[in-house]
């Protein structure tokens, strides 16, 4: 599993270059601080928003919630939840760490096999990731729609910056996006 700075060292010795890149390893440093509020309003969030996903998934397609869908009975609906949790709790690391490996190799890494093995429609667990992701950009932004959250809805109320973290919202983005891929 690598981080940031880990992986500008293994880039760095692969290239015979002594610094990596130094660049991206200060501006990771000194955007620190939004990264742990970015990290702080998913954790905060994350059983209303796997929640979410799934009856979003579920609404949209019914039949997983009948007899021979792949959320019935209550102990794959379970499953499923957990899951999508694992899912999130995932790209939350990888945001945390600036780097995608334990993503992919933790709990990436033969999933779509498992999936096929067992019968777990990929394109529904695709629909609960890509809501999943939606819900992360608007967390990370703090504006959580307020129509979908009803009195359900929480701000974190951190300081935002004029670009509302757009660069931490696409590299969330790009980490939902290789779950997406991963599974596709
Ligand atoms: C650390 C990383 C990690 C991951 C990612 C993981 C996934 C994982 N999901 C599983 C099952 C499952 N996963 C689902 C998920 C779903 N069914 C649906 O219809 C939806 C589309 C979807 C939820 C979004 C279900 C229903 C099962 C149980 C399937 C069965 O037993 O028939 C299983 C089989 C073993 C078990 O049931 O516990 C594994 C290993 N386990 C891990 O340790």
Known sequence: MLDA??????????????????GA???FVANGNRRLDAVNAIASNASCMVSDAVAGMICENQGLIQAGGNCYPNRR??????????????VTYALLAGDAS????RCLNGLKETYTALGVPT???????????????????????????????????PTLTDDRC???????????????????
């Open 166 to 184: 757009a660069s931490l919202v696409a590299e969330a983005s790009s980490y939902f996006d290789r779950v997406i891929s991963a599974l596709s």
């Open 5 to 22: 700075f880990s992986r500008s060292v293994v880039t760095a010795d692969a290239s015979t270059s002594t610094v990596g890149d130094i």
């Open 25 to 27: 390893l200060k501006e």
């Open 123 to 157: 394109t529904s667990t695709v629909r609960a990731v890509q809501i999943m992701k939606a819900q992360v950009a608007a967390h990370i932004q703090d504006n959580p729609s307020e129509s979908f959250a009803g009195p359900r809805l929480k701000k974190m109320n």
């Open 102 to 105: 334990v993503l992919d190799d």
């Open 77 to 90: 609906m379970a499953a499923c939840l957990r899951d999508a949790e694992i899912i999130l709790r995932y």
